[in-house]
């Protein structure tokens, strides 16, 4: 799924530089099938594709939403967010849902204040999740980035 790797980049970009104005853009391979939407700007609802298994933190400011199909029939996506909730406090949440997710292979990383949370099902690597929690330098609050992917079709 390259695109959708590609695009959760834009998209990454794009909200750490706060794209302002509300964008809707959609990109296609027609030779592979794959296809990526992604919006940005405010007020933007949560991916129609999320999961159960990585549910949007309460309270959440969407920045930016990126939602793609691949080529083997993969799907995934991206959601940026920003909440004045401390990141100790997001990554207790997101603990407790991927605890409790079936997604037995789980990880935990501190890269200097900032949080990565993983989890995977055990047998299937291309379902899983990963949400990042930094703090926010311009606030108190956090700012948060979760890709996850639903495996195959």
């Known amino acids: 799924m390259r695109i959708l790797e590609l695009s959760c980049l834009v998209a990454l970009t794009c909200a750490l530089t706060g794209c302002g104005e509300r964008e809707t853009r959609v990109h296609a391979n027609p030779e592979t099938g794959e296809n990526v939407t992604l919006r940005t700007g ?4 949560a991916p129609r594709n999320m999961p159960d298994f990585a549910p949007l933190y309460p309270g959440a400011r969407i920045e930016s939403v990126l939602e793609g199909n691949g080529s083997a029939g993969n799907r995934g996506g991206m959601v940026a967010f920003r909440t004045a909730d401390s990141t100790g406090r997001v990554a ?3 603990r407790d849902r991927l605890d409790a ?3 037995s292979e789980r ?3 501190d890269m200097n204040g900032s949080l990565i949370l993983t989890a995977s099902a055990t047998g ?3 379902r899983g999740v990963q949400v990042t929690i ?3 330098a ?3 609050g956090s700012y948060v980035t979760m890709t996850y992917n639903l495996g195959g079709g």
């Open 92 to 94: 207790a949440f997101y």
């Open 107 to 109: 990880n935990d990383a």
């Open 134 to 136: 930094a703090p926010t």
């Open 124 to 126: 299937d690597v291309d």
């Open 138 to 140: 311009d606030a108190p």
């Open 101 to 103: 997710s079936g997604l």
């Open 42 to 45: 405010s007020a933007i609802a």
